[in-house]
């Protein structure tokens, strides 16, 4: 098989070098790839957003897979786009990556299929959401941009100035641009965070081992989030009861909702979660591997990836 990745960072690469690791693949190629990923597949200058660019590129390369791996492209709809181009491609439809493209769908999500999750309420509104937090006075809470903001939507206020301030630069001055016209204010919660990637194909789920990130920049975590600057695998706080107990209250639901809801999920569901001390509880979701968990989880997959991916596609 010759496969296309869509994508650049180290990530792909790690994508790339697992896909070679598989007897069924001859070739690779990368758009818009970087100066490592060169040296394991064929890069061409095609940016990851260019659905037009990419599907014109996967014409001319005619791959027999297109792997879609960060997360603008698959809220674009890349993968819709390259099915009906008649190409076969891994990652969720467009319909079902607003899990991750839209923090409004996912709590709703959450909330309808009883999935466990910080308590929340949404704004559309700045000044409405500054008086529910002047009224509700717990602090810390924690503001979060609807749409994608490079993983740094994210900001725990200490204070109601610290949650004006968020807001309005959130809202009003548009930090992370139009991913700010809503947001959502949640409950603050504590408790050590583990990553799961999955795969699944929309009807059963199948978690990779477990893995950790480390967020917060600068010296002694005083830093604002990242999207992830460390990672390590398996995560010490991932005990098998609470695997269990994720599989049962977290993942299996999780995958029956967005089949009720009509966007089946194909491809790798990323569960970002919080162990409280009232059980799991998912902090976020992402539509696809994660950056840079992937990097530690994806060496140590032992099943061919071309074979999980072949069976996550046909279903
Ligand atoms: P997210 O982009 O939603 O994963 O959030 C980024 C990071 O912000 C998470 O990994 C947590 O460290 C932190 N965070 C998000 N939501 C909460 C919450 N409800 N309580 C405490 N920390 C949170
Ligand atoms: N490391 C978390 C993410 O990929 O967004």
Redesign the pocket.
């Known amino acids: 098989m010759n496969i296309l990745v869509i994508g650049s960072g180290g990530r792909e690469h790690a994508i790339i070098r697992s896909l070679k690791k598989s007897a069924r693949v001859d070739k690779i190629y990368c758009a818009p790839g970087n100066g490592g990923i060169s040296m394991d597949a064929e890069c061409y200058p095609v940016s990851a957003t260019d659905i037009e660019g990419m599907c014109a590129l996967a014409k001319k390369l005619s791959p027999d897979l297109v792997f879609v791996a960060p997360d603008d492209p698959l809220a674009l709809g890349m993968v819709d786009a390259m099915e009906a181009n008649g190409f076969r491609a891994f990652g969720p439809s467009k319909s079902a990556a607003r899990i991750e493209a839209s923090k409004v769908f996912s709590k709703n999500l959450m909330k309808k299929y009883d999935i466990p999750t910080?308590e929340y309420e949404t704004f559309t509104s700045a000044s409405e959401a500054a008086a529910y937090i002047e009224s509700k006075n717990e602090f810390p809470i924690?503001i979060?941009a609807d749409g994608l903001a490079l993983?740094k939507?994210?900001i725990?206020a200490q204070d109601l100035d610290e949650a004006k301030s968020a807001i309005s630069s959130i809202m009003e001055d548009k930090i992370f641009g139009q991913s700010g016209s809503s947001i959502v204010v949640?409950?603050?919660?504590t408790g050590p965070?583990v990553s799961v990637l999955s795969f699944t194909d929309g009807k059963t789920v199948c978690p990779m081992v477990s893995s950790m990130d480390h967020?917060p920049a600068y010296d002694g975590n005083k830093g604002p989030?990242t999207g992830g600057m460390g990672t390590i695998s398996p995560n010490p706080h991932y005990s098998d009861e609470i695997a269990q107990r994720c599989m049962d209250e977290i993942f299996l639901p999780t995958i029956k909702a967005m089949a009720a809801e009509g966007a089946p999920f194909k491809g790798c569901l990323y569960f970002?979660l919080m162990i409280t001390k009232d059980g799991p509880k998912v902090?976020?979701y992402n539509c696809r591997f994660g950056d840079p968990e992937t990097q530690v989880v994806l060496p140590r997959l032992k099943t061919d990836f071309v074979d999980i991916i072949d069976a996550i596609i046909d279903e």
Request: proline share 0%; glycine share 18%.
């Open positions: 910080a924690v979060k993983g939507g994210v725990i949640e409950q603050f919660l965070e967020k989030n970002g902090i976020e």
